[in-house]
């Protein structure tokens, strides 16, 4: 494999690299620090998978890389909320909760089904996380916006819903699931 093919991967690794720097940041208080190393991480997200497919470069490892630092970012975004706007969790807080709640259940249900986490990227889950990190960047920059806030969760627990959906439905691993159509077709075919 050509060496470019290989940065789609390393696009996710750097995702995961930057979680550590992102933690302690939120430690030492800088808020505006954390926001631009935030986006900047944001950005390889949309661009590891983007390049994948555009270098023919889709494997289960990108898939999984991808997933995983999706969820670590994800919960360092968590503790950054907590930590610089802890009135989204006071007063907000139950909707979050509830997407933390099941969106665990569901990677602990993949876990022990298949020994992996699910890294289906579900359009209802990239739907989600496109809308989480709009209210964030709005968050972090003009305050927070409540119908967007309430959107987003409805929008997570849809697909959390979908992806626990498809962990019951689907007999091996698949990455790369779009949705619970997707998962009924290929439990036809067998998969």
Do not use: K
Not at 63 to 79: E, F, G, N, Q, R
């Amino acid at each position: 494999m050509e060496p470019v093919r290989h940065l789609p991967n390393l696009l996710s690794i750097s995702r995961l690299l930057a979680v550590p720097v992102l933690a302690w940041l939120i430690v030492a208080r800088r808020e505006d620090a954390f926001f631009i190393l935030l986006v900047i991480a944001w950005a390889t997200d949309g661009l590891d998978g983007w390049l994948a497919r555009r270098l023919d470069a889709v494997t289960r490892l990108g898939a999984v890389l991808d997933s995983v630092a999706d969820v670590a970012l994800i919960v360092v975004v968590l503790a950054a909320i907590r930590a610089f706007h802890p009135f989204v969790f006071t007063d907000h807080g139950t909707i979050l909760w509830a997407i933390v709640a099941l969106w665990s259940a569901v990677h602990v249900a993949s876990l022990l089904r298949y020994g992996r986490t699910s890294s289906f990227h579900t359009r209802s889950a990239q739907a989600g996380i496109v809308l989480f990190a709009v209210f964030v960047v709005l968050l972090f920059t003009h305050g927070f916006v409540a119908p967007l806030y309430y959107t987003c969760g409805i929008v997570c627990l849809a697909a959390g819903v979908e992806n626990a959906a498809i962990v019951w439905l689907l007999r091996e691993w698949q990455p790369n699931v779009r949705g619970l159509r997707s998962a009924l077709a290929l439990r036809r075919e067998g998969s």
